[in-house]
């Protein structure tokens, strides 16, 4: 008999531990902070076509999350990766919600290739094709409208 009660009140013990609510996990919204200003100038006049407000991965952990978990990015804003290494370097949109031109930046500061229009959430690897030191990141079509090209320029500044 004491077996039996000793069973029903441990039974009764676990079932009261599992009865605590699931808690909801709340993620606070990732905002623009502005790190920088970049511009990027036509190859064949050195004139200015844009100029954009960064935000600059440098860390490991900067470079690996870059826009990922971001609802939107205004028109004049990108996010600038610098590299220690030239090298080939490969991007996805692994948890990226914004469509976005990936503009590849030689050692030299000059547009070496892109990938444009890159589809949110892609997981498929989007390769520089060349080494590169710098990788820029903004909105979709932008690069297209503004008529980039490979070996126009950029300069950044930090903040």
Not at 47 to 75: C, H, N, P, V, W
Not at 76 to 101: E, W
Request: aromatic share 10%.
């Amino acid at each position: 008999m004491k077996y039996l009660i000793s069973c029903i009140l441990l039974v009764l013990f676990l079932a009261s531990c599992k009865s605590d609510s699931k808690k909801e996990i709340k993620t606070e919204v990732i905002t623009f902070s502005k790190e920088g200003d970049l511009s990027i100038f036509k190859s064949n006049t050195d004139s200015i076509i844009a100029r954009f407000d960064i935000e600059i991965a440098e860390s490991d952990y900067e470079t690996q999350t870059g826009l990922m978990y971001r609802e939107s990015m205004e028109k004049n804003q990108g996010m600038l990766f610098i590299f220690q290494d030239v090298a080939m370097h490969s991007f996805y949109m692994k948890n990226t919600q914004i469509p976005l031109d990936i503009i590849y930046i030689d050692k030299n500061q000059k547009i070496a290739s892109f990938q444009k229009n890159a589809n949110p959430f892609d997981e498929s690897g989007l390769s520089s094709q060349v080494p590169v030191k710098y990788v820029l990141e903004i909105n979709a079509g932008i690069s297209d409208n503004l008529g980039l090209q490979i070996g126009d320029s950029i300069v950044f500044k930090k903040n």
